[in-house]
């Protein structure tokens, strides 16, 4: 099984940043628990629906956690000129004019 080599002339620290980051990610929700936002969430709710509002806790407390996640990423990728296209440049970006190549 090959797989294609970023495209980047720093793969390997490429690789560590984004661990970095993701690390990064893992301590935003632990601290977040720590400061009791998903008791408060879940207590908001009726007990029988506890479930729900420890989901929708988790949901807004890494709501602003996952958008920093997304900045520092494309911050390291223009760092450390990362070359490639995004998954939403097809969404945001104007479709691109294909032009017939001559027969």
Do not use: C
């Amino acid at each position: 099984m090959s797989q294609k080599p970023l495209d980047t002339p720093y793969p390997r620290l490429y690789l560590l940043a984004t661990g970095v980051g993701f690390i990064g990610l893992i301590a935003w929700f632990f601290a977040g628990r720590e400061l009791g936002i998903l008791d408060w969430a879940s207590e908001l709710v009726p007990e029988s629906h506890a479930g729900a509002g420890l989901m929708l806790g988790i949901m807004l407390m890494m709501l602003p956690g996952f958008f920093l996640w997304k900045l520092y990423n494309r911050w390291i990728e223009k760092r450390l000129q990362v070359k490639g296209k995004h998954l939403e440049d097809d969404v945001y970006l104007p479709p691109k004019t294909r032009t017939k190549k001559p027969d």
